[in-house]
């Protein structure tokens, strides 16, 4: 007879809770509004191209890397230099575009917080 896998549900229970404990529903609302400083130039929840790409699944995507955008040289190489957005690269680029990828046409200063940048990741998240 086989057994039923309990240890493996613990594990997904566990998981679910520490991802649930990374991003409340409190943080994505936060993120939410501080994407506002984003919107006049990006969209996140569908995949229309604005002044900026659109940022609809932006998570584990090559920098530079929407079809139809033209995208500035720097974000190209950047792109074809192996930078992928991820938590890490998304927070270094968020602080400060211009130092993560000198020479890119985002022209906006950076954010300050660790909780707005957080945030805003994690609803960035949930736009897949
Ligand atoms: C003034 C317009 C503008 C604002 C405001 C702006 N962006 Fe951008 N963003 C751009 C442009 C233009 C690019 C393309 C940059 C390039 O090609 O060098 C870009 C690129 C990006 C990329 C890389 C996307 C890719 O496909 O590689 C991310 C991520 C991003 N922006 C996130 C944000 C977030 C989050 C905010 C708000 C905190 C924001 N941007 C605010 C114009 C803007």
């Keep these: 007879m086989r057994k039923k896998p309990v240890a493996t549900s613990a594990v997904s229970i566990a998981i679910l809770v520490a991802g649930v404990g990374l991003a409340s ?3 994505i609302d936060h993120g939410r509004r501080v994407f506002r400083l984003c919107v006049a130039c ?4 569908s995949d229309t191209n604005k002044f900026g790409p659109h940022l609809k699944g932006v998570f584990g995507r ?6 139809d955008f033209k995208y500035s ?6 792109g074809a230099g192996g930078l992928v957005w991820d938590d ?7 602080y400060s575009p211009r ?9 906006f200063g950076g954010l300050w917080t660790s909780s707005e940048i957080a945030d805003l990741i994690a609803y960035l998240r949930t736009n897949p």
């Design 73 to 78: 040289q720097a974000m190209q190489a950047a």
């Design 99 to 107: 130092k993560k990828v000198p020479g890119t046409s985002m022209s």
């Design 25 to 27: 529903a409190e943080d």
């Design 42 to 45: 990006h969209v996140a929840d």
């Design 88 to 94: 890490a690269s998304l927070s270094e680029f968020l």
């Design 62 to 67: 090559r920098a530079g890397a929407v079809a």
